[in-house]
Nanobody, 123 residues
Framework: QVQLVESGGGLVQAGGSLRLSCAAS????????MGWYRQAPGREREFVAA????????YYMDPVKGRFTISRDNAKNTMYLQMNTLKPADTAIYYC????????????????WGQGTQVTVSS
């Protein structure tokens, strides 16, 4: 079973940048689409971005389009989320997960979740 470990979160001022990483164990990492989700206090976990198994296809929720970039390096079993022009509304715990896809844009997370990494954006 693939295990996922998120890192790279922190406290940043509005307008700043962070780069999150998701390190995966297991030889099947390159076989699946991967995604980032986030959960803010008092809110449900929500989808943020997805990247295809080869890294060529990406998909973003509207609020982060143009500000966030998802990527992956299958040789390193690692996925990334570059977050620029951060806003207080981006404050949340960010999680990575494997995805099942029923057509690109239709994602279902599966497998275990990591512990997440906290992103806090101050105004």
């Amino acid at each position: 079973q693939v295990q996922l470990v998120e890192s790279g979160g922190g406290l940043v001022q509005a307008g700043g940048s962070l780069r999150l990483s998701c390190a995966a164990s297991g030889r099947t990492f390159g076989s699946y689409a991967m995604g980032w989700y986030r959960q803010a206090p008092g809110r449900e976990r929500e989808f943020v971005a997805a990247v295809g198994a080869s890294g060529g296809a990406t998909y973003y929720m509207d609020p982060v389009k143009g500000r966030f970039t998802i990527s992956r390096d299958n040789a390193k079993n690692t996925m990334y989320l570059q977050m620029n022009t951060l806003k207080p509304a981006d404050t949340a715990i960010y999680y990575c997960t494997m995805l099942k896809t029923a057509g690109w844009g239709n994602f279902t997370p599966f497998g275990s979740w990591g512990q997440g990494t906290q992103v806090t954006v101050s105004s």
